[in-house]
């Protein structure tokens, strides 16, 4: 049969088929608008995730409803009360990772990552159990002994921080012996060097390894700490090459 005549036979078809490869095409871009959608929702979720403050701002823009806003207030707390507790939650955070991210202060003060130490480890726990209880969102506490165990956590977890800095602060080295103390010394001057901008490349990477070793077996940095010092020493290096 020619193609005129299977034409004129099964010109029908082409109704029903135009309308499938139409469908089919819609749903391929209706597919690919999800996928989309759904890349740009992670990618947002990432931000968030990578900038706390961006998140609480969506949260504090957003719209609450009213009846659980009563609920709050009659329960003897607000999103206020919540915030407020929050902040303080964040404050003692802070306090913390100035320690975590400078290498030089956990030299100063040994004892704020030692966990041998009781008053270390007392405080570790509280900044977990802390952690743990904290909201996302204000709203999302909503019983009353909920609140009470998030705002409990983050006293204790305050008043484990302040004692432990204090006794930190109290002994520095005096743990240490003469010579432990000469090598931290030695480490601490390295610090220096290596974070110092005036430096050359080669003496900030020498400074750095000599650092590392004369910690050996005194000090234990977290592994947070030990890549806040690579980054800082990288960039430099970085921006010197440039």
Same mark, same amino acid.
């Given at each position: 049969?020619?193609?005129?005549?299977?034409?004129?036979? $099964?010109?029908?078809? /082409?109704?029903?088929? %135009?309308?499938? @490869? @139409?469908?089919?095409?819609?749903?391929? &871009?209706?597919?690919?608008?999800?996928?989309?959608?759904?890349?740009?929702?992670?990618?947002?979720?990432?931000?968030?995730?990578?900038?706390?403050? #961006?998140?609480?701002?969506?949260?504090?823009?957003?719209?609450?409803?009213?009846?659980?806003?009563?609920?709050? !207030?009659?329960?003897?707390?607000?999103?206020?009360?919540? #915030?407020?507790?929050?902040?303080?939650?964040?404050?003692?955070?802070? +306090?913390?990772?100035? $320690?975590?991210?400078?290498?030089?202060?956990?030299?100063?003060?040994?004892?704020?990552?030692?966990?041998?130490?009781?008053? *270390?480890?007392? &405080?570790?726990?509280?900044?977990?159990?802390?952690?743990? /209880?904290?909201?996302?969102?204000?709203?999302?506490?909503? !019983?009353?002994? +909920?609140?009470?165990? $998030?705002?409990?956590? =983050?006293?204790? &977890?305050?008043?484990? &921080?302040? =004692?432990?800095?204090?006794?930190?602060?109290?002994?520095?080295?005096?743990?240490?012996?003469?010579?432990?103390?000469?090598?931290?010394?030695?480490?601490?001057?390295?610090?220096?060097?290596?974070?110092?901008? @005036?430096?050359?490349?080669?003496?900030?990477?020498?400074? $750095?390894?000599?650092?590392?070793?004369?910690?050996?077996? /005194?000090?234990?940095?977290?592994?947070?700490?030990?890549?806040?010092?690579?980054?800082?020493?990288?960039?430099?290096?970085? %921006? *010197? #090459?440039?």
């Amino acid at each position: 049969m020619s193609f005129p005549e299977l034409f004129g036979a $099964y010109w029908w078809l /082409l109704f029903p088929l %135009g309308g499938m @490869a @139409a469908g089919g095409f819609k749903a391929l &871009f209706a597919s690919r608008e999800r996928a989309q959608d759904r890349a740009h929702e992670r990618e947002i979720e990432m931000y968030k995730l990578q900038h706390p403050e #961006a998140a609480a701002l969506d949260a504090a823009n957003r719209p609450q409803p009213l009846a659980d806003t009563v609920s709050l !207030a009659k329960d003897g707390y607000s999103e206020a009360d919540v #915030a407020r507790v929050k902040g303080e939650h964040d404050s003692v955070n802070k +306090r913390w990772l100035s $320690y975590e991210l400078d290498v030089g202060k956990l030299i100063d003060f040994p004892m704020m990552s030692d966990v041998r130490q009781p008053l *270390t480890v007392a &405080f570790l726990r509280a900044k977990r159990d802390a952690d743990a /209880l904290r909201p996302l969102e204000g709203d999302e506490i909503s !019983a009353k002994s +909920r609140w009470d165990d $998030y705002r409990n956590a =983050v006293n204790a &977890f305050a008043v484990a &921080f302040d =004692v432990a800095e204090k006794e930190a602060h109290r002994i520095k080295d005096s743990a240490f012996s003469d010579a432990e103390r000469q090598r931290l010394g030695t480490a601490r001057k390295l610090v220096n060097i290596a974070e110092n901008d @005036a430096a050359s490349p080669a003496e900030r990477q020498t400074a $750095y390894k000599r650092a590392r070793k004369e910690l050996d077996g /005194l000090i234990v940095l977290p592994d947070v700490t030990i890549a806040s010092l690579e980054q800082k020493v990288a960039r430099m290096l970085d %921006g *010197t #090459a440039g």
